[in-house]
């Protein structure tokens, strides 16, 4: 029995967030720079997304490129934009042919006016299809989001719309940039490295953990497969002990 025949598909996780780490790491080893991971780690998001929508996946984030990576080397930030426009334009058929819907959240006015607009492009272009749905996580930080929805609410407060008392988490979560999507069911991190580097902080809080050492551009459709099996497994408490779930 393959690995797809192995998923209850009445179990599936709402969402699956994804943090593709190691792209740097797998091209190194292979005496390449690091620009040819990161091209690699395009085909494996193409495969995921795909074996995603394959299976009824509602929902997938991917942790494309943090608040932190800005940082990196201007000639590797500047490729991976370059990247990732060269992507879109050549994702799009694919996502129109898989039904694929594509979001973004972060800071997308840190972006380069060339990234933003084709990003842009791309979301209108799939916001009829009903399939999956793709979220990528662009110049984005949960501490920088939980910041801007702490300040949001404080002008909220100032100038008399709320009440303190009215702040509860679900209006905090209506503050974040993920609101209408329902919170992760299932992490995935790619790599060897056991942290949620600063992702989706507010909404993972009760999200099942699925670290791997495999390097993304190795990840591919059965990787997501093996993680959602993992998941099946898993007993989903939410604080409650193991009687309280019997029926």
């Known amino acids: 029995m393959s690995l797809i025949e192995e998923i209850d598909k009445t179990r599936l996780p709402q969402h699956v967030a994804i943090i593709m780490d190691g792209n740097g790491r797998w091209a190194k080893a292979q005496g390449k720079d690091r620009s040819f991971g990161h091209r690699e780690g395009v085909v494996s ?31 590797e930030v500047r490729a991976l934009m370059e990247l990732l426009v060269t992507a879109i334009h050549n994702e799009t058929p694919d996502l129109m042919k898989n039904n694929i819907r594509l979001k973004a959240i972060g800071n997308l006015y840190h972006l380069p006016e060339v990234t933003r607009e084709t990003l842009q492009q791309c979301i209108e272009t799939t916001s009829a299809n009903t399939g999956t749905t793709l979220v990528l996580a662009l110049s984005y930080s949960s501490r920088w989001e939980i910041t ?27 503050h974040m940039t993920t609101i209408g999507i329902p919170d992760p069911d299932l992490l ?33 459709e059965n990787g997501l497969y093996e993680a959602i099996l993992y998941y099946q497994q898993r007993e989903r408490r939410y604080g409650k002990t193991s009687e309280q779930l019997k029926p």
Not at 149 to 165: H, Q, S, Y
């Open 188 to 220: 995935i991190r790619t790599g060897g490295e056991k942290r949620i580097s600063n992702f989706l902080l507010w909404q993972l809080s009760y999200a099942e953990l699925y670290f791997t050492d495999t390097f993304w551009p190795d990840f591919r």
């Open 45 to 75: 998001v193409r495969k995921v997304i795909e074996a995603a929508a394959q299976i009824g996946l509602p929902y997938i984030t991917v942790y494309t490129f943090s608040n932190e990576n800005w940082n990196r080397p201007e000639s």
């Open 148 to 174: 801007e929805a702490v300040k949001a609410l404080a002008e909220e407060v100032k100038n008399g719309k709320i009440t303190p008392n009215d702040i509860t988490e679900a209006v905090v979560s209506d």
